[in-house]
């Protein structure tokens, strides 16, 4: 194809993609059935995670739910069943281990069978200054928030592509798509994290297996506790979200194929302007939404979670 049948092509479906996003912002897109559906949620003892399982399970799916927090992992399955889950498995799994990761994998698929919904949601934060973070939390924030996408998607996404069929959730962040202080090795793990999974997406393309997905999530600060202690500035602007609210939203996400998620909707507009802003204009705005100083209160949640 010469240079100007494949400009005029690129130019017809661009306009085309644009007009049908244009139109599913006013007619919802069909939602899929995921009953029946395997699930694995990881980080699923506590906040968004737990969340994620309870609403999954009243829509019919099989769950897997890891944690390295035995006593949030059996309340969750607790829940789960009492919102109508028929088969509910737990399985404590460190995350930021490549074999545990790797082991518990092997077991999920001899007692469970093959995950069909991958939700990588376990996430840790340091909350220090660069200079000020012990090297030991810096290599384990990389290890929970990125290395450990490399090992589920290592161990699951085989089975997805035979059959293709299959979804790959990343739980990233806004930090996934700008820098923070205090925050440096956190939004490193997070930009890793949606780099890795556009990439997979990408080749899931190539190799033509469209029954793959792949759904980002890049929510602002959610009341999980994770981030507990920030002040908001501008909180009728950017608030701290709702844990059940997001996982209301990553739900309706998968099930209609959306590949990217923004939460709150206005962080479309902000990130759109930030990438054409000059970069004194970026940071005054930052400053403006109060990131400069967001983590100065920061305390984060209590150890034994």
């Not at 699923?44 to 799916?61: E, I, T």
């Not at 924030?141 to 059959?163: D, G, Q, R």
């Not at 959730?169 to 490193?188: N, P, R």
């Not at 059940?244 to 759109?272: C, D, G, K, M, S």
């Amino acid at each position: 194809m010469n240079f100007f049948l494949e400009t005029l092509k690129v130019t017809i479906l661009l306009v085309y993609y644009l007009l049908e996003s244009l139109v599913f912002l006013v007619v919802p897109r069909r939602k899929k059935n995921v009953s029946g559906e395997i699930v694995l949620i990881t980080g699923a003892g506590s906040g968004l995670g737990r969340h994620l399982a309870v609403k999954f399970a009243s829509l019919g799916a099989t769950l897997v739910l890891w944690d390295i927090n035995q006593e949030g992992l059996n309340y969750t399955v607790r829940l789960a069943k009492e919102n109508g889950a028929g088969r509910v498995h737990s399985y404590i799994c460190d995350c930021s281990k490549r074999q545990d990761v790797y082991r518990v994998a092997d077991q999920v698929k001899k007692e469970v069978g093959d995950v069909s919904i991958l939700i990588n949601n376990a996430g840790i934060v340091t909350g220090k200054r660069f200079l000020d973070s012990p090297d030991a939390l810096l290599e384990k924030t990389m290890e929970v928030n990125t290395m450990a996408h490399f090992w589920t998607y290592k161990a699951f996404l085989p089975a997805m592509i035979a059959t293709n069929h299959g979804h790959l959730v990343s739980i990233a962040s806004t930090a996934g798509h700008c820098g923070g202080s205090q925050l440096s090795d956190y939004c490193a793990s997070k930009f890793a994290a949606v780099g890795f999974a556009e990439s997979i997406d990408i080749e899931m393309r190539i190799l033509r297996k469209t029954g793959v997905k792949t759904t980002i999530v890049c929510p602002y600060v959610i009341n999980t506790g994770m981030f507990d202690g920030l002040k908001i500035k501008w909180p009728h602007t950017l608030p701290i979200l709702d844990s059940e609210y997001v996982a209301e939203r990553i739900i309706t996400a998968v099930r209609q194929n959306q590949e990217v998620l923004f939460i709150p909707r206005i962080l479309y507009v902000l990130f759109f302007f930030k990438s054409f802003l000059p970069v004194k204009a970026s940071v005054l705005l930052l400053d403006y939404f109060g990131n400069f100083d967001i983590m100065n209160t920061f305390k984060g949640r209590p150890k034994k979670e």
